[in-house]
């Protein structure tokens, strides 16, 4: 006990420096998902196809070029009928990332191996200045 309390300035710096080495594991974990890089890469190279989850509205809004339109509450019932070959990659992408984490496991319980969520969202891919329609 008494050396904690002796060496208290050395235990806490000791603290303060781990954390900041998790840090960038703990904020990588809260991004989590495919960047705009790898998205746009597998678009090109894989023929992925884009589905926005957002509400119609939204997506009249702004979404990725070529992304097809199936809100979240209604994916489990239209996907299969909107993208019925399952071994292609499925990117899902939303406004934030949010949602499209929700779809993920939506996705890859109907059967979508190759699904994944763009990490950041619609904000993200507006952020790598990629193009963005509107209708």
């Known amino acids: 006990m008494s050396f904690i309390v002796n060496n208290w300035m050395l235990i806490s710096i000791a603290l303060v420096a781990g954390g900041m080495l998790l840090w960038p594991v703990v ?6 998902g495919l960047t705009p890089a790898a998205a ?4 090109n190279r894989e023929k992925a196809v884009v589905v926005d989850v957002c509400e119609v509205n939204e997506f009249a809004a702004g979404h990725v070029t070529g992304a097809k339109n199936i809100p979240l509450g209604e994916l489990e019932a239209k996907l299969a009928t909107s993208v019925k070959n399952k071994t292609l990659p499925l990117i899902l992408v939303c406004q934030s990332g949010a949602r499209s984490g929700r779809a993920l496991a939506i996705a890859k319980k109907l059967g979508y191996e190759q699904a994944q969520s763009l990490g950041g969202g619609l904000a993200a891919w507006r952020a790598a200045n990629l193009p963005v329609d509107k209708s």
């Open 27 to 32: 904020q990588g974990a809260a991004t989590a």
């Open 40 to 43: 746009v890469q597998l678009i």
